[in-house]
Each structure stands twice: as structure tokens, then as C-alpha cells.
């Protein structure tokens, strides 16, 4: 079993940024594929990106070049950056070892 607890989400204005972290209740090093999805209102959850243990990258098409996936596996976190922020970003985010442990959402509402 592993335990995932996000953090870092907001309100913010569009152009502004922010940053989520999860944490995981287990060493890292144990985990390979880790990743952040979100779910906007009245639409399916879906991916915004993945990060392996080696730090191999792969990100949905509407957020590349504004976000940037990372991970400290010393510390068991990964991270969102998330730039250039737009109102169709506004969604719950869930950090994820797919498909099988999710953590409990942040909420990230943009503005405009």
C-alpha cells in the first residue's frame, strides 16, 4: 500500500504560478513510474504528466512547455511546476503510481 499527500494548490490569476508537491508514504526507490493527473468540472480525469525513477518525462500536449514534471526520490516527493497558468487549467490534481494508488486531490483554480 502506499499513501500519496499533495499539496500546493490555489487560487491564482492566469500567467501566475504554482507548484504541487506529493509526498509518498514509501521509499521512492521502490516506485518507478509516478505522475500527476487532473479533472476539471463535468470532464474525465487525464493525464499531465509522468516521471520515471530515472527521471524520463512524458507530458499531455496542453501543458508542454508551461509544466515541468520532477522528482527527489531521496525525499519520496515529486513536484508540479506549473507555469503560464490558464483558466482551462482549473481542475482537482492528483498525484498517482498508475493506476493502482492516488492521493486525495488539490484543487487548482486559475482566474482570468
Known amino acids: 500500500q502506499v499513501q500519496l499527500v499533495e499539496s500546493g494548490g490555489g487560487l491564482v490569476q492566469a500567467g501566475e504560478s504554482l507548484r504541487l508537491s506529493c509526498t509518498a508514504s514509501?521509499?521512492?526507490?521502490?516506485?518507478?513510474?509516478m505522475g500527476w493527473y487532473r479533472e476539471a468540472p463535468g470532464k474525465l480525469r487525464e493525464l499531465v504528466a509522468t516521471?520515471?525513477?530515472?527521471?524520463?518525462?512524458n507530458y499531455a500536449d496542453s501543458v508542454k512547455g508551461r509544466f515541468t514534471i520532477s522528482r527527489d526520490n531521496a525525499k519520496d516527493t515529486i513536484y508540479l511546476q506549473m507555469n503560464s497558468l490558464q483558466p482551462d487549467d482549473t481542475a482537482v490534481y492528483y498525484c498517482?503510481?498508475?493506476?493502482?494508488?492516488w492521493g486525495q486531490g488539490t484543487q487548482v483554480t486559475v482566474s482570468s
Open positions: 514509501t521509499s521512492a526507490f521502490s516506485i518507478d513510474l
Open positions: 516521471i520515471t525513477w530515472s527521471g524520463s518525462s
Open positions: 498517482a503510481v498508475p493506476p493502482f494508488f
